[in-house]
């Protein structure tokens, strides 16, 4: 993804989120990353990039 | 528990039997030894005895009841388990009575967001899966155990000891008459998860216990559903819970919902707080007819096991050896199971067509299937009544996403039911080099296709059978077959053989559980009877000829 489309994305995001409030974006959050999941035929990929996602944020 | 002003065994539709304790000449023999003790005569006690008679071997039967278990608990009967009542003889009876169904419907806040299908075709004899109450299981059972010549029941006595020595076992016994001992070879502990004789002989299950708490209750209500199994996750009714819901014979339906954590399990078990739950999921399913209570409990999802089924000449056998969630039915399925497979087992030994090893083989076989039973479970118990943050958080997501996706909604699939393998046994050959392209492996157990006007397990003998794929083959094993064992000869050209994907040497052994025990592409007839002799762990020597 080019610089421009993620950041078109980053905001799309931003926003809902926004438009949702905190106290529903936990769901809407867990509901993307399937419905974006379930689009990747890489299943390593995405193990992976649940463990990148979570990195420092252990600490 | 039962409505107020309703005895313990009063129910809307069953007539529970009374049966008492040994009785005049009855009482003569009764400190005789026993060849084989069973111990509980609830499905599992039941059907362990019927499998040994099947065997030709006698046995002695010891409830503390004086009927049968109060109350429906286990509905769901699988197909494997239809194939044990069928060998034991009693499978017409379930089958007139009982439901079958292959279809399951989930709902999410009142929309459906997944229906789905467990394999089943024309090829199949039997369902997947069949709803009845738990009292007919019982019920038919002990019709076929107590016209039995050889099983002896003694109703109204209670285990109260146990005393193992180097060749039995010494059993004290408590009738309302007198307290007196007993001896017995051989010991079936099939005497329920509070089982005495584990607790006698210093045995714990070990496991986890889940969250989940659901009250079951069975109502009575003329609703025109048909048998198929609803999931309601976030129903208006029960905000966070879970609720299922099956048909049974005699307009009886099973409803189950779970209890959330400030529910007070004491609390929710008031026949008020019952019917007004009861009454909330009825408005859900825009049921407005009349209904009656007949029966509720609460019952939790538990993964508990032993560690070995076995200690010396005891044997564990159902709930005793085992407590598993109620989402995979297979409590009790399992346990149909464990009677079926150390009735032939010890069966062939006592008669001396088997070696002793055999019964080694009973434990792991056994263990590994409930091990796999809570692999499963523990799944759908986490999905069904997730409870940590993250598991609902991820289960919510995929419920609300399954309204519109597909995808998501299969992951609310149970998936119930497909049997465990024993792969890894003793009491199978695995397969060699020569690999077959497909087909199932020894310690899978035999698929089921339509051959000639019936099925393929219809063709099965008793004992051992081998099937085999020419005449040749068939004719020289008629010759030199040892007794007990049968021979198939299908066509090569047969669909049958396709789904076994043989050739014209090839050979399958199955066992008298129905399970393949071993299988070879290319073999000869002699070569066969010297794998056999393996699999009973038996010398050719002292094996006798028919
Ligand atoms: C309330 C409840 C609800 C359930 N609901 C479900 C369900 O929805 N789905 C499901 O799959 N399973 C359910 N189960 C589990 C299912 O009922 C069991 O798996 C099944 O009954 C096991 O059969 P069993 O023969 O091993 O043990 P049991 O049915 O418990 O039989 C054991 C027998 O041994 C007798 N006994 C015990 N100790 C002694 C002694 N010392 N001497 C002589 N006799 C003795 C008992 O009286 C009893 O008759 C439920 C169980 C309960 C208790």
Redesign the pocket.
Known sequence: MTENKIEIVYEAIADKIDNLGEEKAKLFLAKLSLLLANKIEDTSFVLNAIDDAALSLNQ | MRPAGRAQNESLYFNYPFFSAPQGKKRDHLTSNAQVVI???????MTAALALAREGVKSVL????STF?D?S????VARSSFYIFESLGVSSAFLEKSLGWTTGHSFYRGQKILEFQMPDSSEEKFRPMYNIQ?QYIEKFLWDAVSVNPLIETRWQ????GIKKKKNECTLRIKDPEEIYETSSNWVLA????????RKFLGHRLKGENYEGRYV?VDIKMEHDYPTIRRALFDPDCRRGGTVLIHKQPDNIW?I?YQLNDNEKTQQALDENNVRDSVSAVLKDLNYNGSWELEWW???SANTLALDDYRDGRVFF????AHIVP?FG?????N?FSDAANIGWKLGWVLNNKAGKELLNSYSPERRGATIDVFYNSSKSSKFMTPSTYGWKLMRDAALSLALKHKFAGELANPRQFTPYKYSESTAIIKDTNENFLGGPKPGELLPEITIDAGYLTDLLGEGFTILCFNKDTSKKLDEIIPDGISVVLIDLLSRASKLLSVENKSAYIVRPDGYIAARWKNITPEKIIQELYKLTFKTEMSHDRK
């Open positions: 111990v509980g005569a609830g499905p599992i006690g010891f409830d503390n009841k278990n109350g608990r286990a509905i769901c738990q006595s209670e285990i109260i099939c005497d329920g998860a509070h089982s005495s004789i079951i099973r189950d409990s609460v019952y056998v159902g709930d005793s109620i039915v297979r409590g009790l399925n346990g």
